[in-house]
Structure formats: C-alpha cells, structure tokens
C-alpha cells in the first residue's frame, strides 16, 4: 500500500478482479491497496470494524450509506490500529457528531494510512459480490492515476486490472502470526478472581477478554505460536481460542495446540476462527464461504435451546459438519450447536464427551447486539464443572 495526503475531491477508481469499475473520491488517505473485498451489512460500529484484527487484508464495502457520523473516539477501537485494507462507503459524514467523538473518520483513516473511496453505489457493489462472490479488489488515486503519455492520458485500466490480479488470494492465507500479540500480557479479573484463562491469541479482539474479566477470570493472552507448555504454565483453568483472519486450513500450528488441549480435557472455549480450528481439530473440514457473514444483524440459532440470537459475524470460511447428526471424533461425540437461519452454515460446535464448545460468531458484541453474552456464562459454567452436558438435542436422530 501507498499512500500520500489528501486532497479535496481527489479522483478514485475502484476496479475489481473480474474487470467491474466503480469512480468516486478519494476518503482517507491517497495512494493505492488491494485485498479482497467484502461487504459489512452493519449500521453502527463501524470503529470496531476497522480496527478488527479479522479484517486484515479486506477491503471492506459497508452498505449503510452514511459512515462516520459519530466521528472517532479513543475507547471503542478494537485493537492497536486500523487492520483494514481498504474502505469503501457511498457517503462520508462531513462533520461529525457526538459527544463522545475526538476527530473525524477521515481524518483518522488518512492518519493510519488507509486508503478509501467514497461516493460511489455501495448497494449496486455489493449486489455484485453477493452474485459473483466475494474477490480481489484494488482502490486507486492520486499518483496511481496521474497522466501519463503525451497526451497526459489517465492510468490504464488494464493495468490497474493486472495490479488486483496480482495481489495474493484469501484462500491458503496464513495471516493470523501477523495480527497477534508478540508479547503475551494479562487481563486481570474485575472483582473476586474465580478463574484463570490461557488465550490464543489468533487477532484477538479487546473486548473479549474483558467480557472474561467482567465474569471474574485473569485472562493470560498469548502469542498464536504460544506451545502447550506455554498454555501450562499459567496454571488455567480453562483454554480460549480467538477469532482471526486467514484460511483456517493453514492453521497447522494452532490446530495442533487445541488437540493438546483437548487430550487434557481442560475446558474450552473459542470464537469464529477458533471455532473453524476446533473443526479442523475434531476432523471436519472447512470451506470458503461464496461471500461470507459480515455485520451484526446476522440470525443465529441456539439448536439446544431453540432461541434465535441476532449477533456479530465476521467470517469468510465456515466448517463442514453435518447439521442433524452426533459426530464421532477422535475426542467423543460432536455436534452442530448453532446454525445461521439465513443459510444453514454451522455457527457453533460442542463436545458432548469433553469441556469444550465454540461459536463462529462474536458474542462479545463490539459492536453489535448482546443477546449471545451467555456463552462466556456458559464458558465460565463449564470451568466450574469440568464436564460437559451430555444429553443432545440430536441423539435421537442418530443412525
């Protein structure tokens, strides 16, 4: 990525890898980058979004119209810095608004060198990616387009076109060493500590461990190369994997630390990338979704309690297990716990035989709604018990 300052109604051209164009201005800093694109179906929370470890690579495209409202603050980011790509939004606030805001959007992309475009028709860009699927995408502006040749003509859209096709794919990225913590730190528990927690940090978002520390657990974060002994040597009292970005079928190293685990029947617990590694663990596969789940207005069912949770998604790969039958793994029996309403994707696994569950969802609601808080309950429950909850919701559906 390239970039320089900004200057008012700068020209910008976004051009996807199947040769689709949109034109707008430059939003945030000038220059080029490239990634692929997604889409983020969120109204609110945009902070969170772009300082989302899971985003590294992606250029993302929101489809509400108008971001930045609420300028920028100093409490909500979810991580050291914006992990973005890129950003695309139809219109840009042009001052922003709130009390608790400290600059605006733009100025805080141009200032981590993050380059955008706006005003273009977000809505008609991701109709596009809903039918073509989620692919590589470059925004271009300022020196990536100035004149050239005698007759000062425009860069050559054919070569912009080459640049994106250039850029690596999602699939078999291995991205998670680059975003994680190098040095492991601690979350100390709010109030009576109850419990100790070793988490993997994957691209972990801030408000995870916090949510663990509300609950009463000293959170230990380590480094996505942390080794089994590593884990041990704070004594946990139960093991976390956290979210992430890349393909999960690279994840060769954290697949192998969560089958430690598992051997040692601690509890478990992890979140999105986390729960593509336990399925990766217990044998599934995992799959490319075509344009997968961004946003936080995403339904989820709850398959043991029937209830439905309206959650936060970010997730471009899923794991491949069968929905309405108990698995056999080396580690007992699985299941599908959760399932998104909107197409069938596994949001969830449980062991019925060990401590340990996951979700492919975000319950720690940054942002987004509250209503799957409960899993860290459920997660502190299972510390506090040491086994799983037997019984099935789909035992008798096996053959």
Not at 131 to 147: C, N, Q, T
Not at 274 to 301: C, D, E, M, S
Not at 310 to 336: C, I, K, M, Q
Not at 339 to 368: I, K, M, T, W
Request: net charge negative; aromatic share 6%.
């Amino acid at each position: 990525m390239t970039t320089s300052t900004r200057a008012p109604k700068t020209p910008a051209v976004l051009v996807l890898e199947d040769g689709r164009t949109f034109r707008g201005r430059a939003y945030g800093a000038v220059g080029e980058t490239v990634g692929e694109a997604v889409f983020s179906t969120g109204m609110t929370g945009y902070q969170e979004t772009l300082t989302d470890p899971s985003y590294h690579r992606q250029v993302v495209v929101m489809t509400a119209p108008h971001i930045g409202n609420t300028g920028v603050n100093d409490e909500d980011p979810e991580s050291r810095r914006i992990w973005v790509a890129g950003y695309v939004v139809r219109d840009p606030a042009r001052v922003p608004s709130n009390w608790r805001s400290v600059r605006g959007l733009g100025e805080e992309l141009e200032a981590q060198g993050v380059v955008g475009i706006s005003g273009i028709d977000t809505r008609a860009l991701t109709r596009h990616l809903r039918e073509r699927g989620a692919m590589r995408v470059g925004i271009f502006s300022g020196d990536a387009l100035r004149p050239r040749g005698p007759q000062g003509e425009p860069a050559d859209e054919g070569e912009l076109l080459a640049r994106v096709r250039s850029a690596p794919q999602m699939a078999g990225a291995d991205l998670c060493g680059e975003v994680a913590t190098t040095e492991p730190y601690v979350v100390p528990a709010v109030g009576e500590k109850r419990f100790t927690v070793a988490a993997v940090d994957l691209g972990i978002k801030g408000m995870t461990p916090r949510r663990m520390a509300e609950r009463g657990i000293e959170v230990h974060v380590l480094s996505a190369s942390a080794s089994l002994d590593d884990v041990y040597a704070v004594n946990p009292d139960g093991v976390f994997f956290s979210n992430g970005p890349g393909d999960p079928a690279t994840a060769e190293h954290p697949v192998a630390l969560m089958r430690g685990v598992l051997e040692r029947g601690t509890p478990l617990f992890g979140i999105c990338f986390g729960n593509q590694i336990l399925g990766r663990a217990l044998g599934f596969g995992t799959f490319k979704l075509k344009y997968g789940h961004r946003g936080i207005n995403q339904p989820v069912q709850d398959r043991g309690t029937g209830k439905v949770e309206v959650t936060a998604h970010n997730h471009g790969f899923a794991v491949d297990a069968p929905l309405d039958t108990v698995s056999d793994t080396p580690y007992g029996r699985a299941e599908v716990s959760h399932v998104c309403l909107n197409d069938g994707v596994v949001e969830g696994l449980r062991l019925l035989d060990r401590p340990a569950f996951s979700v492919q969802y975000h319950p720690e609601a940054a942002a987004g709604p509250h209503d799957a808080a409960y899993l860290f309950d459920r997660f502190a429950d299972l510390m506090r018990d040491g086994a799983p909850d037997s019984t099935s919701p789909m035992e008798g559906q096996r053959a």
